[in-house]
T-cell receptor, first 115, second 112 residues
C-alpha cells in the first residue's frame, strides 16, 4: 500500500540552484496536486493536474513549473531556487477534481531549505 | 473567496476528556468538508468527509458534523488519548472543479 510517494524527503539548495521534486501515486487517481505548507500560512496550492495531460496554476505558482509525466507521476520543478521557497512540499492525489466525494491522499512531504 | 478558520490554534487537554474542534467557512456553497490529521513531520491523513447533503459522519471515536447554513463544522473526539495528539485541519471544496481550501489547523496535545 504505497499510496502517494514523494522523493526526496529532505533537500538543501543554494540560491539559484534548480531541482525537481518527484511524486508518484499507485491508486489510479486522475487528479494530482502540489501544495506547500508554511508556518502561519497553512497549506497553499501551487499547481494541480485535473487529469493526465492537463496542468493548471493554483494559488502560489510563481517560481515553479510542473509536469504530468503520465497518470501516475506529477513532478514539481524549481528552476532557480530562492530562500522564499523554503517550505515543506506535499504532493496529493484524488480520484477526480472537485467531486462531492473527492478525498485527497497525501504523500509524506519534502522538507526543502534554500540558503 | 472562500476562507476557512480554525480557532484556537492550539489546545491542551487531559487524557479521557471529550473535546470539540471547530471549523468555520465563509461561503456556504460547499461540495464537501473534510477533516485531516497531521502528525509532526508527516503528511495529512483524511479522517472524515462530509458531503454537502449530509449532516454528520462518524468513524470510531470521531464524529464530524456540518451546518452549511451557518458555515460551521465540528470534530468531536470522544475519550481523548495521548495518541490523538496531532494537528487537525479542516478543508472545503467550493463549487464544481474547484480545489480544497484549508484552515490553518488546530494543534491538539492530550496529556497523560
Amino acid at each position: 500500500n504505497a499510496g502517494v510517494t514523494q522523493t526526496p524527503k529532505f533537500q538543501v539548495l543554494k540560491t539559484g540552484q534548480s531541482m525537481t521534486l518527484q511524486c508518484a501515486q499507485d491508486m489510479n487517481h486522475n487528479s494530482m496536486y502540489w501544495y506547500r505548507q508554511d508556518p502561519g500560512m497553512g497549506l497553499r496550492l501551487i499547481y494541480y493536474s485535473a487529469s493526465e495531460g492537463t496542468t493548471d496554476k493554483g494559488e502560489v505558482p510563481n517560481g515553479y513549473n510542473v509536469s504530468r509525466l503520465n497518470k501516475r507521476e506529477f513532478s514539481l520543478r524549481l528552476e532557480s531556487a530562492a530562500p522564499s521557497q523554503t517550505s515543506v512540499y506535499f504532493c496529493a492525489s484524488s480520484e477526480a477534481l472537485g467531486g462531492f466525494n473527492e478525498k485527497l491522499f497525501f504523500g509524506s512531504g519534502t522538507q526543502l531549505s534554500v540558503l | 473567496k472562500q476562507e476557512v478558520t480554525q480557532i484556537p490554534a492550539a489546545l491542551s487537554v487531559p487524557e479521557g476528556e471529550n473535546l470539540v474542534l471547530n471549523c468555520s467557512f465563509t461561503d456556504s456553497a460547499i461540495y464537501n468538508l473534510q477533516w485531516f490529521r497531521q502528525d509532526p513531520g508527516k503528511g495529512l491523513t483524511s479522517l472524515l468527509l462530509i458531503q454537502s447533503s449530509q449532516r454528520e459522519q462518524t468513524s470510531g471515536r470521531l464524529n464530524a458534523s456540518l451546518d452549511k447554513s451557518s458555515g460551521r463544522s465540528t470534530l468531536y473526539i470522544a475519550a481523548s488519548q495521548p495518541g490523538d495528539s496531532a494537528t487537525y485541519l479542516c478543508a472545503v471544496i467550493t463549487g464544481a472543479n474547484s480545489k480544497l481550501t484549508f484552515g490553518k489547523g488546530i494543534t491538539l496535545s492530550v496529556r497523560p
